[in-house]
């Protein structure tokens, strides 16, 4: 009787929205997922997800901010050995009509540091994990582009996702053997993209994960949409 060894997929961020449906979706896949929450005890979507596949569902703490509970995940999955790393999280100001000259200190900090420098520290110290052919990824946005952006608006969180790109750019030249992605999903309806997005996770969110599986296969640093198209750096 053999044994099927499942995939297993870490999703940074994974606690509902975005996040969530990826984990879902990498079920239906035959994969096993390992999801963080930023708070373990308050009950999420992918916590109910957790409970109706205890056996391929496993829950981590991790504040992408936090530089300790990075530390501590990082021991955690000493025993792990994943086939993808994908890092989700992300944030933006209150105010997104805001130029960059009228954003404050204390927002442009918090939102440079969750949106490019933490998904950084996340993929540099958690990538010993992950096979020497397997996926790292992060999502970004279609707003990251510099080329496309004609229109500006939310230029803070423009200006983080564009850095985020920038950065992965610098660590694909130091990992050019293995698949790298950053991915723009579309302007989706969920808490960052608001109720006016045109798009729905259940419409955009499968897409994306058949683009993930697919680029597993092709080594080097590429930016793309959810249906699989380069996107313009």
Known sequence: MTTTVRPTV??????????HAMAAEFLRHGWNVIGTVRD????TPLHQLAQENPDRVRLETLDVCDDD??????????????????VNAGTTNRDPTQTIA????????????????????????LQHHV????????????QGSLTNNLRGQRELYRGSKAALNMFMRSFAARSASRPLVVMAPGWIRTA?????????????????????????QRPGLEYL?????????
């Open 10 to 19: 870490l999703i940074v961020g994974a606690s509902r929205g975005l996040g």
């Open 40 to 43: 373990i005890q308050s009950t």
């Open 69 to 86: 509970q990075l530390t501590a995940l990082d021991t955690k999955l000493s025993a792990d050995r994943l086939a993808m790393l994908f």
């Open 102 to 125: 009228e954003v404050s200190t204390a927002e442009f900090v918090e939102v440079m540091l969750t949106n490019a420098l933490a998904p950084m520290r996340v993929l540099e110290r």
């Open 131 to 142: 096979t020497p052919q397997g996926l790292l990824g992060a999502m970004s946005s279609g």
């Open 192 to 216: 960052l993209g608001g109720d006016d997005a045109p798009l729905s996770i259940e419409e955009t969110i499968p897409h994306l994960v058949t683009v993930l599986l697919a680029k597993q």
């Open 225 to 233: 949409d959810y249906q699989g198209r380069t996107v313009p750096w």
